[in-house]
């Protein structure tokens, strides 16, 4: 029975049936509408369209409607539409008889599990072809099992369905409790399932479970489900929603399918309130900041009315609370504060302990309640700087508040905003690989591994380009894409992207060689690993090539980041800082470069370019291993 609370396991079973009636389908978009609700729009044949609706923890069924999206789609929505969207429903299963759904979706050679679980807070969980798990909706550690990334996800759940006759019979007679409890809850009926069962055997429901008639209870277990599964007759009664009609109930509505019922009885998912928001009166720029200034009096006014009272309990508990600094001091001084507070905790008949709320052994301090004020008291000041420090916060709060009496009082000065035309950068072939274009106009690209090296090599080196690579072990292979006046700036680029820059160097020798110069054919006895190469004949050495890599926004002609060597990218650029090998890894110095850039705009063009400035977009460009921030 499903209750406005949530779906039973047998619920669950019908519902799957029915979704598994209507397959061949194909997954269109996917929404998420709040915090625990998602939309899978389905394709049938002949132009069929289904709406599947989960609120995980509770419900799961098709729908007439889904709710309102909101405009910008949450993260794990954007997800699955990555992993999922266009795929082939491939099967639609109930992991035993739990509250445990898995849509198996085809998608190019992989299939993905899109796991729903209606128990308890619920979750919706992605996992690969091995179950492995790529990101649930929320992330947990229970005591038997964790659903997080990178784990397989562990199921463990029964299906007495699945049992045979003997097995059935051995689970009864091995059971303590009586037969209606053993249904209920070794084989996950619940009580109402559970009683129909026992009615349609004939048994009583009170019935010791080993001593029942175990075909009869298994004849009537398996018509019960074959009921729910093929011979549905969806009711509303009383007591909740129902995929088939149980004895006693009294049905006040019937419907062609489950999900009709399920969508009738629970209630709508609220979607973006577009109404609510176009009623609410649209403040200009002066009233928003005048409204501000008057919270924040409202808060400075709280403030000082707390320190006030403060001030005044200390006075009037003067005497007690020396008493407490007095001995908490002294105490300190030959004990411990975890001594202290155990001390404190077992003195419960003494009145300065009873005081006592907190203890905080970093700061020396104590919580004490006066006359039902929690009071902070430093035990190695006297009572009076104690009082000192109130008045001092009485005294900063004042002046703030002065401070904003006499900003509302100033006129406000609001600057024209500037209309931006932007155009952000498209994707282009290269932006997958390391990339920069030289000061004359010529594409540099290197690999940011070993699979990358060899495609580079195989795929996109021409007679026309040059190879060049820093003289160390391990790094880029840089592809120059043409002649270029500026090949420094490739050697830099190649020093900079390889391993003299995780270890720490500040410059590297680096070489070019011709195309034809490169082979993977190694000699008699000799190998080459992958992403290495051979390189026959006079090369071209650059000597003591310094690393140094620049990251900037460039706004003309298009909006992106950039990198790559200093002399390369500040030409272009609007804003830069240059990285060299320091202590910050990867992704801590791609939002610190964040940061940098963002102090070095504006504010109204900031928010113009924020779309295309972010952490992917920055760490694209910082070399492997630490880095620092070359101060100007």
């Not at 739990?98 to 807070?121: A, C, N, V």
């Not at 003195?347 to 203890?359: F, G, H, L, S, Y």
Request: overall charge neutral; proline content about 4%; hydrophobic content about 40%.
């Amino acid at each position: 029975m499903a209750t406005l609370q949530g779906m039973s396991g047998v619920d669950l079973r019908a519902l799957v049936a029915e979704a598994a009636d209507r397959l061949p389908l194909w997954v269109g978009k996917i929404y998420q509408f709040d915090a625990k609700t998602l939309g899978i729009r389905l394709n049938g044949e002949d132009r069929a369209k289904y709406l599947l609706l989960v609120e995980t923890g509770r419900r799961i069924h098709f729908t007439a409607e889904f709710p309102k999206p909101p405009k910008n789609p949450p993260s794990f929505a954007m997800l699955l539409r990555k992993h999922l969207e266009g795929g082939k429903v491939l099967g639609i299963r109930q992991l035993g008889i739990e509250r445990t759904m898995s849509i198996d979706i085809g998608k190019r050679d992989t299939t993905y599990h899109l796991i729903f679980e209606l128990f308890d807070e619920g979750n919706a969980i992605l996992c690969d072809e091995e179950y492995t798990i790529i990101k649930p909706l929320w992330h947990h550690r229970f005591k038997n099992r964790d659903v997080i990334p990178g784990v397989v996800y562990a199921f463990e759940g029964t299906d007495c369905s699945a049992l045979s006759p003997e097995e059935f019979r051995s689970m009864l007679a091995g059971s303590d409790r009586d037969i209606v409890r053993t249904l209920a809850v070794g084989c996950m009926l619940g009580g109402a399932y559970a009683e129909e069962v026992c009615l349609a055997a004939g048994v009583e429901k009170s019935a010791a479970a080993a001593e029942v008639d175990a075909e009869a209870v298994r004849d009537a277990f398996d018509r019960l489900m074959a009921d729910v599964g093929r011979r549905r007759d969806p009711v509303i009664t009383q007591s909740g929603c129902w995929p088939v009609v149980l004895a006693g109930e009294e049905v006040r509505e019937r419907f062609e399918t489950f999900s009709e019922a399920l969508d009738a009885f629970y209630p709508k998912v609220a979607g973006e309130k577009e109404e609510a928001a176009a009623e609410k009166p649209r403040l200009s720029r002066e009233e928003v900041i005048r409204q501000r200034q008057a919270e924040a009096i409202k808060g400075f006014e709280k403030k000082i009315r707390r320190y006030e009272r403060v001030v005044e309990v200390l006075y009037e508990n003067y005497t007690a609370v020396t008493g407490v600094i007095t001995t908490l001091d002294a105490a300190s001084r030959d004990r411990s504060w975890q001594e202290i507070e155990q001390i404190l905790k077992s003195n419960n008949d003494n009145a300065a302990a009873k005081m006592i709320r907190a203890v905080h052994p970093a700061e020396a301090a104590v919580e004490l309640d006066l006359a039902g004020e929690r009071v902070k008291v430093y035990v190695h000041e006297t009572i009076e700087q104690n009082i000192g420090r109130y008045y001092d916060q009485i005294k900063k709060f004042k002046k703030k508040k002065a401070g904003a009496l006499a900003a509302m009082e100033r006129a406000i000065t609001v600057k024209p905003r500037r209309k931006q035309h932007l155009v952000f950068q498209k994707k282009r072939w290269y932006h997958r690989f390391r990339w920069f274009t030289t000061q004359d106009g010529v594409l540099v690209i290197g690999g940011r591994d070993a699979s990358q090296n060899e495609e580079l090599v195989k795929k996109y080196m021409e007679g026309g380009d040059l190879f060049v690579h820093a003289d160390v072990h391990g790094g880029s292979v840089v592809i120059v894409k043409g002649a270029t006046k500026h090949l420094d700036e490739a050697a830099q680029f190649a020093a900079s992207y390889s391993n003299a820059w995780k270890a720490g160097h500040f410059s590297a020798d680096v070489y070019a060689a011709r195309p034809d110069q490169v082979s993977k054919t190694a000699e008699s006895g000799e190998y080459v690993a992958r992403g290495a190469f051979i390189v026959r004949g006079e090369r071209q050495y650059f000597r003591n090539v310094p690393v140094g890599v620049a990251i900037g926004l460039q706004v003309a002609p298009e909006v992106a980041v950039i990198g790559g060597p200093p002399g390369a990218v500040t030409g272009r650029a609007k804003v830069w800082v240059t990285l060299q090998p320091g202590q910050y890894e990867p992704n801590d110095i791609a939002k610190k470069v964040i940061r940098a850039l963002r102090e070095k705009l504006p504010e109204d063009e900031w928010k113009g370019l924020k779309g295309a400035l972010n952490t992917e977009a920055v760490a694209a460009f910082v070399p492997p291993g630490g880095s620092d921030i070359v101060e100007p």
